[in-house]
């Protein structure tokens, strides 16, 4: 209890000023941000773009939070993962139609419009508007037009629904980070309406919130050593708790198991497949020692990506 006490005195502490800097940003936008930055962090050159039209300072940096190295880097790998497994997943099952919950600036708008799929991203207002804005013209005038964004609150089953049904066939329902800042009542709402666009339109629900602490002390374990990654996760949950201005529920399932029985209670399967394949394109490699690399290597050929399908109907 002390120590979560002290963590968040320190976090609190170093995010004062940056709040200040963005306080025209709402919280759902800033923690956005936030995300985009790590991201942009790594090098990926997408990211890096859409954080450029959004013409935004860093939100943090060395002189406004305590123990920005670790926490950057450990983060920044966190979200390319998080981004890599889902693009890879979307290109080797050949998705056309892409639905993304509370994505974000996310620069998988970008890669699979001009890619030629169909992107629609599921938001709260303020990203909703702004991302509809910047995205385009990041993406370019020529496959601008496979980009949408509309605001969509996920217990809202004419928005969820009326979304779904601007695709025409199979969906890949991408979720990465939203689970965790639901109560029980609106993931159990979530989960319904997921499993009533999946057995209309086919396709399937990918996310690895289900193992998120486990993903990301792993990662934290391989940077800093197993002794660190508890301290690690529990500062990087208070970070976002302050920025988004809600608690994080990271404990709604007391084990992967009881996740599996909760979505098979909605009418749901899951399955588990290796988080990424191919780690050679990754740019937060280029950061790393080559046995950082390795244990990177294997926390990718984990089974944290979860598939989530409607019972008897295939992918």
């Given at each position: ?18 709040k ?54 450990l ?44 992107y ?11 991302a ?60 319904d309406?997921?499993?009533e ?68 209670a ?48 295939g992918?």
């Amino acid at each position: 209890m002390f120590k979560k006490i002290l963590i968040t005195l320190l976090i609190f502490s170093t995010i004062l000023t940056a709040k200040v800097s963005a306080a025209e940003f709402e919280m759902v936008s800033y923690s956005a941000l936030v995300k985009l930055q790590w991201l942009a962090n790594t090098g990926q050159p997408e990211a890096k773009k859409i954080l450029k039209a959004i013409d935004k300072n860093n939100i943090f940096d060395k002189t406004n939070l305590r123990d920005y190295d670790r926490l950057e880097l450990l983060n920044s790998i966190f979200q390319e993962l998080n981004y890599a497994s889902s693009v890879e997943y979307v290109r080797k099952n050949n998705y056309t139609n892409i639905m993304d919950i509370g994505g974000g600036y996310t620069p998988r708008a970008v890669v699979f419009a001009r890619e030629d799929r169909k992107y629609i991203g599921a938001e709260l207002a303020a990203v909703a508007v702004s991302a509809s804005e910047i995205i385009p013209k990041v993406i370019g005038k020529n496959y601008s037009q496979n980009v949408y964004y509309d605001e969509v609150l996920v217990e809202d089953r004419e928005a969820m629904l009326g979304n779904a049904g601007k695709f025409n066939g199979k969906i890949c329902i991408i979720e990465n980070g939203l689970q965790i800042y639901l109560t029980e009542e609106r993931n159990e709402a979530m989960f319904d309406l997921i499993r009533e666009i999946l057995q209309k339109h086919g396709g399937c629900f990918i996310s690895t919130d289900f193992a998120t602490k486990d993903f990301f002390k792993e990662i934290a374990a391989a940077l800093y050593g197993q002794h660190q990654a508890q301290l690690l996760y529990d500062e990087t949950k208070v970070m976002y708790e302050e920025l988004f201005d809600s608690e994080i529920f990271d404990d709604t399932f007391k084990s992967q198991a009881e996740a599996i029985q909760f979505l098979n209670a909605h009418g749901l399967q899951v399955r588990q497949v290796p988080l990424l394949t191919d780690t050679s394109k990754l740019y937060c490699t280029k950061k790393l020692s080559k046995v950082q690399i390795e244990k990177l290597n294997q926390i990718a050929a984990k089974n944290y990506l979860w598939v989530i399908t409607v019972r008897d109907i295939g992918i």
